[in-house]
C-alpha cells in the first residue's frame, strides 16, 4: 500500500473519496486479542447527524445542512489547540507561519481551512512570496497588493503575522461584499469592481476551484488526522480520548 504524504492528499483529483477512507483508517484503532480482533472507527459526525434523514426530508438536508468548522473549533480549545497547530505547522512547515494564519483568522472570523487554502494558492505559505504586475507589487503570505495597502511598509508585508492579520481582514470584507465565499474569492483576486459587473476572468474561475477543492481535502484530512484521534471514548465519556496512531498496513 502506498503511503500518502500530505502534499498527495490534498491534490483535488480523488482525494475527496481517498480521504473518507482516510478518515475511518486513522480514526480508529485496531486489537490484536489473538483468537478475536475488535475495531473501533471514527465515525464523521456529519455522517451520524445525516444517516438519520428521512426520504422525504433530502432536499431540506441537502440545502440546509452547515460545513462545520473542526478547525476553528479544535485551535479555540486549549485541550486540542496544540495538535491543531502541530497538524498546520507539518503542512506549512512553519510554526510561526500556521498560527499567524489560525490566530488571524480566529480574530477575523475567517474559516480557517478558507485562509490556509487562499494562502497555498496565493504564496504556498511563502512569507517572502513577491509578484509583480504592470503598476503594483503583491507581497506576503496573502500576497497583499501594494496600491491596496500603501500604509504597510515592506517589512510589514514580509510579517507573516502582520500579513496575516490584513489578508483575513481582506478576506472578511470580501465575504461580507460577495454573500458567499465563490464571489469573495472572485473579488479577492480579480477586484470588487470587476466581479460586480460580471466581468469574472476564466483564470479566475480556475483560481476559485483550485481554492476550493484544496480547503475540501485539507479539512478532511484535518478530520482523520485530528478530530478522529480526539473522539469521544467508546465507553460514553464526553471527555476526549487521545486514540494511538494506525499505520497502514503495507502490502
Do not use: W
Given at each position: 500500500?502506498?503511503?500518502?504524504?500530505?502534499?498527495?492528499?490534498?491534490?483535488?483529483?480523488?482525494?475527496?473519496?481517498?480521504l473518507v477512507?482516510?478518515?475511518?483508517?486513522?480514526?480508529?484503532c485496531?486489537?490484536?486479542?489473538?483468537?478475536?480482533?475488535?475495531?473501533?472507527?471514527?465515525?464523521?459526525?456529519?455522517?451520524?447527524?445525516?444517516?438519520?434523514?428521512?426520504?422525504?426530508d433530502?432536499?431540506?438536508?441537502?440545502s440546509?445542512?452547515?460545513?462545520?468548522?473542526?478547525i476553528?473549533?479544535?485551535?479555540a480549545?486549549?485541550?486540542?489547540?496544540e495538535?491543531t497547530?502541530?497538524?498546520?505547522t507539518?503542512?506549512t512547515?512553519s510554526?510561526?507561519?500556521?498560527?499567524?494564519?489560525?490566530?488571524a483568522?480566529?480574530?477575523?472570523?475567517?474559516?480557517?481551512?478558507?485562509?490556509?487554502?487562499l494562502?497555498?494558492e496565493?504564496?504556498?505559505?511563502?512569507?517572502a512570496a513577491t509578484?509583480h504586475?504592470?503598476?503594483?507589487?503583491?507581497?506576503?503570505?496573502?500576497?497583499?497588493?501594494?496600491?491596496?495597502f500603501?500604509?504597510?511598509?515592506?517589512?510589514?508585508?514580509?510579517?507573516?503575522?502582520?500579513n496575516?492579520?490584513?489578508g483575513t481582514?481582506?478576506l472578511?470584507f470580501?465575504?461580507?461584499?460577495?454573500g458567499?465565499?465563490?464571489?469573495?474569492?472572485?473579488?479577492?483576486?480579480?477586484?470588487?469592481?470587476?466581479?460586480?459587473?460580471?466581468?469574472?476572468?476564466?483564470?479566475?474561475?480556475?483560481?476559485?476551484?483550485?481554492?476550493?477543492?484544496?480547503?475540501?481535502?485539507?479539512?478532511?484530512?484535518?478530520?482523520?488526522?485530528?478530530?478522529?484521534?480526539?473522539?469521544?471514548s467508546?465507553a460514553g465519556?464526553?471527555?476526549?480520548?487521545f486514540?494511538?496512531?494506525?499505520?497502514?498496513?503495507?502490502?
Amino acid at each position: 500500500m502506498r503511503i500518502f504524504s500530505f502534499t498527495d492528499i490534498l491534490k483535488p483529483i480523488g482525494g475527496s473519496v481517498l480521504l473518507v477512507g482516510l478518515a475511518l483508517l486513522y480514526g480508529g484503532c485496531t486489537i490484536d486479542n489473538g483468537a478475536e480482533t475488535s475495531v473501533s472507527a471514527y465515525i464523521p459526525s456529519g455522517f451520524m447527524e445525516l444517516s438519520g434523514v428521512e426520504e422525504g426530508d433530502y432536499s431540506k438536508a441537502v440545502s440546509e445542512t452547515a460545513r462545520e468548522d473542526h478547525i476553528g473549533r479544535f485551535y479555540a480549545n486549549e485541550a486540542t489547540r496544540e495538535a491543531t497547530i502541530s497538524f498546520f505547522t507539518n503542512l506549512t512547515s512553519s510554526r510561526t507561519v500556521a498560527v499567524a494564519i489560525l490566530e488571524a483568522s480566529s480574530k477575523s472570523g475567517v474559516p480557517p481551512g478558507l485562509a490556509f487554502a487562499l494562502v497555498h494558492e496565493e504564496s504556498d505559505y511563502k512569507t517572502a512570496a513577491t509578484g509583480h504586475n504592470s503598476d503594483s507589487i503583491d507581497r506576503g503570505l496573502f500576497q497583499l497588493n501594494s496600491r491596496s495597502f500603501p500604509k504597510l511598509t515592506s517589512q510589514d508585508f514580509f510579517d507573516p503575522r502582520i500579513n496575516a492579520r490584513y489578508g483575513t481582514a481582506h478576506l472578511a470584507f470580501c465575504l461580507e461584499a460577495g454573500g458567499n465565499e465563490v464571489a469573495a474569492l472572485a473579488m479577492y483576486n480579480a477586484g470588487q469592481g470587476r466581479v460586480s459587473k460580471g466581468g469574472t476572468p476564466r483564470r479566475t474561475l480556475d483560481y476559485i476551484y483550485r481554492i476550493i477543492s484544496y480547503r475540501a481535502n485539507l479539512e478532511t484530512l484535518f478530520e482523520a488526522q485530528v478530530v478522529a484521534r480526539f473522539a469521544p471514548s467508546s465507553a460514553g465519556s464526553n471527555a476526549l480520548a487521545f486514540l494511538p496512531d494506525v499505520a497502514p498496513r503495507a502490502k
